[in-house]
């Protein structure tokens, strides 16, 4: 394996570490990783401007560079292009209903997202029971990238990956 | 050349709202809401840092978004007064946070356009999450505004007495100025067109009649700020002003 290839593999490894089911690359997170002279970059961009899991990721792929044998690695963190759920790679969908964290639906349009009020089944489907009948119980969740929605089906609260 | 103080005043804005919404933190009416209130509060914190960040470097005197944020005194923030404005009920922070986000949701959509493209990159980014923000204020403002007898007049009493206090976010001043001339930001003066056309649309869901403009009081953006401000500020730097250069 090349240098290169060694390093993508080691840091597109990196664990979320909010939603532990996705690396950083099935996420979108991790933008893009280079070897210039030697010297590895990893750029990186978040999820929200704000997101408190940026600092634990960072630390996260020095750690996995180290490992695999880069030690002076820099980390670039961009914004733009902004990060959006359509950056979710195809598997991270699975492994998301998997987790029983429902993925993201349709990403909203604004006119739809300034509309006075919670949504109703968007589309989301109950992670433990498969029911639409669904709706958001809060637009603001455990995490920055997520909301609280409740099914009608089974009764279950749960979270989605809110579509942003 | 970008000015920082154009990216002082919005990152003030931003990290003086983080400090009065984290207030609500285990007293917010809800569980819900207290998640929420938090979760805007951090998405105002991110935005905080990475304007005060940028306006660190562009000042180039070797100040971090971390001496920006604890390590100025009351006089040199430049945040408008409405964001430091105490809590009181929660229709009051409801109304606060109505006007802040409207007003950054407009603003957010103009600077995208922005000559810088930094500006512009942090723009796109802000102004998709304060659109979650916006909602969440109306739906509320809708709630309680059309909701019980008592409800309604708390709600309306709320925005009669936030009314004057978003005048500031408003004007214009020559920092303001050199920033539309230079196109990388623009007259805060524009933005009032499209902010009251979102903020009618909520009063009129409320069923809460827009109040009379009158007295607009003045002074928070060059430093004259209320009486609350010293104490919000002196909570928020205690920490890093007690252990020089604390982390975590």
């Keep these: ?57 960072r630390e996260d ?40 964290i429902a993925p993201p639906a349709q990403r909203p349009r604004e006119s739809v997202l300034l509309q006075i009020g919670t949504a109703r089944s968007a589309g989301v489907q109950c992670p433990s029971c498969g029911s639409a009948e669904t709706h958001e119980t809060s637009r603001f969740g455990s995490t920055a990238c997520k909301s609280l929605w409740t099914c009608a089906g089974c009764g279950d609260p749960f979270d989605h990956l809110k579509a942003h | 050349m970008t000015d920082y103080r154009y990216l002082l005043r919005l990152g003030d804005d931003s990290l003086v709202a983080t400090q009065r919404l984290l207030q609500w933190c285990t007293v917010a009416p809800q569980i819900e809401e207290d998640v929420a209130l938090a979760n805007i509060a951090l998405d105002q914190l991110g935005q905080a840092r ?61 600077l995208e356009d922005s000559g810088d493209a930094r500006i512009s990159a942090i723009a796109v980014k802000a102004g998709k999450e304060v659109a979650y923000h916006l909602n969440h204020f109306s739906t509320w403002a809708a709630r309680l505004g059309d909701g019980t007898e008592l409800s309604h007049a708390r709600m309306t009493s709320a925005i009669d007495s936030v009314w004057p206090w978003t ?64 104490f919000l500020i002196a909570e928020m730097q205690s920490l890093h002003r007690a252990h020089a250069g604390v982390n975590w």
């Excluded at chain 1, 060694?6 to 070897?35: F, M, N, W, Y």
């Excluded at chain 2, 070797?62 to 944020?69: I, T």
């Design chain 1, 61 to 100: 792929i020095a750690d996995a560079a180290r490992t695999a044998g880069f030690d002076d690695i820099a980390i670039v963190t961009v914004w733009s292009p902004a990060w959006t759920t359509d950056w979710l790679d195809e598997s991270a969908r699975s492994k998301l209903a998997a987790a029983r």
């Design chain 1, 1 to 57: 394996m090349s240098a290169l290839a060694t390093l993508k593999t080691a840091v597109g490894s990196v664990c979320d570490p909010e939603i532990q089911v996705l690396t950083i690359a099935e996420l979108g997170v991790l933008r893009h990783v280079s070897l210039d002279d030697g010297r590895p970059t990893v750029t990186i961009t978040p999820t929200y401007v704000g997101c408190p899991a940026m600092d634990v990721i």
């Design chain 2, 167 to 230: 005048h500031e976010l408003f004007r214009s001043d020559e920092v303001f100025d050199a920033a539309a001339a230079g196109g990388y930001g623009l007259d805060p003066a524009q933005l009032r067109p499209g902010w009251l056309n979102l903020v009618d649309e909520v009063f009129a869901s409320a069923t809460v009649s827009r109040p009379l403009d009158g007295w607009a009081p003045e002074g928070a953006r060059s430093g004259l700020h209320t009486e609350h401000f010293g």
């Design chain 2, 50 to 110: 990475v304007l005060l960040s940028y306006a660190g470097e562009l000042e180039g005197a070797g100040r971090d978004e971390d001496s920006l944020a604890y390590l100025r005194d009351e006089q040199e923030f430049t945040n408008v007064a409405l964001v430091e404005l105490p809590n009181e009920d929660f229709s009051v922070t409801v109304a606060k946070m109505l006007a802040f986000s409207a007003y950054q949701h407009v603003l957010y959509g103009h």
